[in-house]
């Protein structure tokens, strides 16, 4: 395949961006939508450029490091993650558009690679359990009815690459904090921290700028791992609970 790539390059937080032009040429429809670009990045190498800096680490579609916008979807004209997306899904000849996730909560960190550590922050302030030190409980000890266990292993599918907020015209984090709440208020392991956890969560997902929901829903569509429109109504009914008991 050959294909005209059309890349942010930004050399740094604070310095301009813009897109650059890139012929390719020799692309594989078999190639992953990151392999195309290390074929580029190499490409670039060999004649004394920068290459193009972009996230990745597992390559399998469960660490959620990789994300870009391809041609104005975040992942790309497929629901899944970059690194599971493929060529096969573009045409010879193709213009593509390659730009990082735009949302101010995620700033540019260089070229296609966004500062994510907002979401590190929210899951800091509640996305964890009181559980004692010492072996591992019977697990059969703590029965959980199975539409629970199914909703908790939904949510807890979502793999924070931040997709949802790149989506949302208001760069809105409520699909990911919904996910991550709703993950473990439904359990009896998570029920110690339930009304803190969704009330600071919430604070948090607000103090780092991250937009309001206005249920457009581009974020469901977007995520790869499938996280439902609802789970944002479950969240919440979840604050609602807690700021009635006044849990802060
Ligand atoms: S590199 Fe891990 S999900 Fe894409």
Redesign the pocket.
Known sequence: MRLTLRVWRQPGADAPGAMVTYPLDGISEDMSF?EMLDTLNEELILKGDEPVAF?????????????VVINGDAHGPERT????LHMRHFADGDTIDVEPWRAGAFPVVRDLVVDRSAFDRIIGSGGYITAPTGAAPEAHATPVPKPDADFAFEHAEC?G?GACVAACPNGSAMLFTSAKVNHLNVLPQGAPERETRVLDMVATMDEEGFGGCTLAGECATAC?KGIPLPSIAAMNKEWLRAARRGAR
Do not use: N
């Open positions: 990151l996230d990745h680490d597992c390559r399998e579609g469960i660490c959620g490091a990789c994300g993650t970059t690194c599971q793999i690459c790869p």
